[in-house]
């Protein structure tokens, strides 16, 4: 028999002054935008209403009422439309008081006051006119890089920087790099054309081509101020066309090793106390293009933190692939990586170049337990549960299913001889709280958690 799950939302208690500000201030809200949206309210009431009168409906019908209701919505209030974004944010502005009370309300009253100097702008239209507007915003100008030039030198931190370039031909390229490195705030740096010739508390390895950002350093090391532990800290990078334009930014997550035995991720700039360069043996050369992707396998193996600036520091040429996306080599240096840290596994290349995909060998015979929520669409989750059964070769294995109120016949008939666990979560559905109830009463070493609409397609 199924099983009854209670989660229900607590209400936050001791609700001060600055609550019952944001409360007033949603009210005034509410008040100038009744009538712009009775249209709509009474559309939807309509269409509410029609929903209420189907006591036995089947999907076809509950499709045929949702793309009404889609439509109507279109047409009282287009995309791109003040109306629209209007109902949007009320929409927003009440699910975060219904989930969270008067705190939720004060958060995304909080997230509109922080953009609200973007207001009156263009919607943009691509990624790359949003990430035009975000340079806009972060690009530090001409006075705080005036600011920069002197803020360091009141440091207790100020480590000599050596940026190591690792090649000796004039080149345009090189000597664009260079530039960008006499172009920077930070002045506590040096020059080296190889590893060995380094002087610094710190190393930084870069590709002719590549170009930092005037305040880069400045950025880098100011997070030591903070991180006195921190042995490698790594920032983001994009990508300028010969126009001039910049675009394609790779903003990195925070400290991830799994990632790093799959790509060289960190890429450029990457900052390295030498020292730590020096016990890890330095580059191997006989990696070539992949001796970067393993010196950072090897130096964050003894790292004692790994730092993550979260700012595009440095631009590469556009068109111009970085050295970690063209190093085959860099499969060796996974596989290297997994014997020293006695992790059985083979590893594979991926879709694209220097990227690889690791199999790990498992140990034992682990249970893995599968929580999948749902809510009717029985069809989808049959699929799902046969695949499971008939395709995945692991066989320690347990299936709950959490039943978020579904009310179509044939799932509850389903469900009523279904030979798996089923646990009942009634109410509003809200995926976290539904995963972390039914977590707490599955007993796994491991939990897989799925959706309905998803099948196993290979054994493994």
């Given at each position: 028999?199924?099983?009854s799950l209670?989660?229900?939302?607590?209400?936050?208690?001791?609700?001060?002054?600055?609550?019952?500000?944001?409360?007033?201030?949603?009210?005034?809200?509410?008040?100038r935008?009744?009538?712009m949206?009775?249209?709509?309210?009474?559309?939807?009431?309509?269409?509410?209403?029609?929903?209420?009168e189907?006591?036995?409906?089947?999907?076809?019908?509950?499709?045929?009422?949702a793309?009404?209701?889609?439509?109507?919505?279109k047409?009282?209030?287009?995309?791109?439309?003040?109306?629209?974004?209007?109902?949007?944010?009320?929409l927003?502005?009440?699910?975060?008081?219904?989930?969270?009370?008067?705190?939720?309300?004060?958060?995304e009253?909080?997230?509109?006051?922080?953009?609200?100097?973007?207001?009156?702008?263009?919607?943009?239209g691509?990624l790359?006119?949003?990430?035009?507007?975000?340079?806009?915003?972060?690009v530090?100008?001409?006075?705080?890089l005036?600011e920069?030039?002197?803020?360091?030198?009141?440091?207790?931190?100020?480590?000599?920087?050596?940026v190591?370039?690792?090649?000796h031909?004039?080149?345009?390229?090189?000597r664009?790099t260079?530039a960008?490195?006499?172009?920077q705030?930070?002045?506590?740096?040096?020059?080296?054309?190889?590893?060995?010739?380094?002087?610094?508390?710190?190393?930084?390895?870069?590709?002719?081509?590549s170009?930092?950002?005037p305040?880069?350093?400045?950025?880098?090391?100011?997070?030591?101020?903070?991180?006195?532990?921190a042995d490698?800290?790594?920032a983001?990078e994009?990508?300028?066309?010969?126009?001039?334009?910049?675009?394609?930014?790779?903003?990195k997550?925070?400290?991830?090793?799994?990632?790093?035995?799959?790509c060289?991720?960190?890429?450029?700039p990457?900052?390295?106390?030498?020292?730590l360069?020096?016990?890890?043996?330095?580059?191997?050369?006989e990696?070539?293009?992949g001796g970067?992707?393993?010196?950072y396998?090897?130096?964050?193996?003894?790292?004692?933190?790994?730092?993550?600036v979260?700012d595009?520091?440095?631009?590469?040429?556009d068109?111009?692939?970085?050295?970690?996306?063209?190093?085959?080599?860099?499969?060796?240096?996974?596989?290297?990586?997994?014997?020293?840290?006695?992790?059985a596994g083979?590893?594979?290349?991926?879709?694209?170049?220097?990227?690889?995909h690791?199999?790990?060998?498992?140990?034992?015979?682990?249970?893995?337990?599968?929580?999948?929520?749902?809510r009717?669409r029985?069809e989808?989750?049959?699929?799902?549960?046969?695949?499971?059964?008939?395709?995945?070769?692991?066989r320690?294995?347990?299936?709950?299913?959490?039943?978020?109120?579904?009310?179509?016949?044939?799932?509850?008939?389903y469900?009523?001889?279904?030979?798996?666990?089923?646990?009942?979560?009634?109410?509003?559905?809200?995926y976290?709280r539904?995963?972390?109830?039914?977590?707490r009463?599955?007993d796994?070493?491991?939990l897989?958690?799925l959706?309905?609409?998803m099948?196993?397609?290979?054994?493994d």
């Amino acid at each position: 028999m199924p099983e009854s799950l209670a989660a229900r939302p607590s209400t936050p208690a001791g609700e001060d002054a600055d609550n019952h500000a944001d409360a007033r201030e949603l009210q005034r809200e509410v008040a100038r935008l009744n009538a712009m949206l009775s249209d709509l309210q009474a559309a939807l009431l309509e269409t509410e209403a029609r929903l209420r009168e189907q006591t036995a409906m089947n999907d076809g019908t509950e499709i045929k009422l949702a793309r009404r209701l889609h439509a109507m919505a279109k047409r009282m209030a287009p995309q791109g439309t003040l109306r629209h974004r209007t109902l949007r944010r009320s929409l927003r502005l009440a699910a975060a008081t219904q989930d969270a009370g008067l705190r939720g309300l004060k958060r995304e009253l909080g997230k509109d006051r922080r953009i609200a100097r973007l207001r009156g702008r263009p919607v943009p239209g691509s990624l790359d006119d949003q990430y035009q507007r975000w340079l806009a915003l972060h690009v530090p100008g001409t006075k705080a890089l005036e600011e920069m030039r002197t803020a360091w030198l009141t440091w207790q931190q100020r480590p000599l920087i050596s940026v190591v370039l690792g090649v000796h031909a004039d080149t345009p390229e090189l000597r664009a790099t260079i530039a960008s490195v006499q172009a920077q705030a930070y002045g506590n740096w040096e020059i080296c054309d190889a590893l060995a010739a380094a002087g610094g508390e710190f190393v930084l390895l870069l590709e002719p081509g590549s170009a930092l950002q005037p305040h880069a350093l400045f950025a880098l090391v100011s997070f030591l101020q903070t991180h006195p532990d921190a042995d490698v800290v790594y920032a983001d990078e994009d990508r300028i066309t010969q126009s001039g334009r910049r675009g394609d930014p790779q903003f990195k997550p925070d400290w991830s090793p799994d990632l790093l035995l799959s790509c060289n991720y960190l890429g450029e700039p990457v900052l390295v106390r030498r020292e730590l360069v020096s016990r890890a043996g330095g580059l191997r050369p006989e990696l070539d293009e992949g001796g970067h992707h393993d010196l950072y396998l090897r130096v964050t193996e003894l790292a004692r933190e790994v730092g993550h600036v979260d700012d595009v520091l440095e631009t590469r040429p556009d068109g111009v692939p970085a050295a970690r996306d063209r190093a085959e080599t860099g499969q060796a240096a996974i596989a290297d990586a997994l014997h020293r840290r006695d992790r059985a596994g083979r590893v594979e290349q991926g879709e694209a170049p220097g990227h690889f995909h690791v199999r790990y060998q498992i140990q034992g015979n682990p249970s893995v337990g599968i929580i999948i929520p749902t809510r009717d669409r029985v069809e989808a989750l049959r699929a799902c549960i046969e695949s499971i059964e008939t395709k995945s070769s692991w066989r320690n294995v347990t299936i709950t299913i959490v039943d978020n109120d579904s009310k179509n016949p044939e799932t509850l008939q389903y469900l009523d001889g279904f030979r798996h666990r089923v646990i009942q979560f009634p109410g509003a559905f809200n995926y976290s709280r539904i995963i972390n109830t039914a977590a707490r009463q599955v007993d796994a070493e491991h939990l897989l958690f799925l959706n309905n609409d998803m099948v196993v397609i290979t054994p493994d």
